[in-house]
């Protein structure tokens, strides 16, 4: 499995960002994709979640409404647009994905626990 991430970049507060997954090798028909993000000196953190087979989606409480993940059902890209950035979302993005869908309160499960393979991530820079 062999993930690939990009569109980051450095954007002033409320700017929109789009990053893009691309991803090849998955055998399952169900299975999880997420982006998480860390900085440094920090433990990385879950961004949002998406199950492959219909598209439940997991985000963390602080990007409800500002962050959205697409891209189920077998499309080779997933996606996060980010709108409305605030300083606080710089960080390095990473995908990963997870084999199998694990549901909780609605949406897959979304931890690091629950990742198999990571991709090389991408850099976001909010500051104004």
């Known amino acids: 499995v062999q993930l690939q991430a990009s569109g980051g970049g450095s954007v002033q507060p409320g700017d929109s960002l789009r990053l893009s997954c691309v991803h090849s090798g998955i055998s399952a028909n169900f299975y999880t994709i997420g982006w998480f993000r860390q900085v440094p000196g920090k433990e990385r953190e879950a961004v949002s979640c998406i199950a492959n087979s219909d598209g439940r989606t997991y985000y963390r409480d602080s990007v409800k409404g500002r962050f959205t993940i697409s891209g189920h059902n077998f499309r080779d890209t997933v996606s996060l647009l980010m709108k409305n950035l605030e300083p606080e979302d710089t960080a390095y993005y990473y995908c990963?994905?997870?084999?199998?869908?694990?549901?909780?309160?609605?949406?897959?499960?979304?931890?690091?626990?629950?990742?198999?393979?990571w991709g090389k991530g991408t850099q976001v820079t909010v500051s104004s």
């Open positions: 990963a994905v997870g084999m199998g869908e694990q549901i909780v309160s609605g949406g897959p499960k979304c931890s690091d626990n629950d990742m198999s393979y």
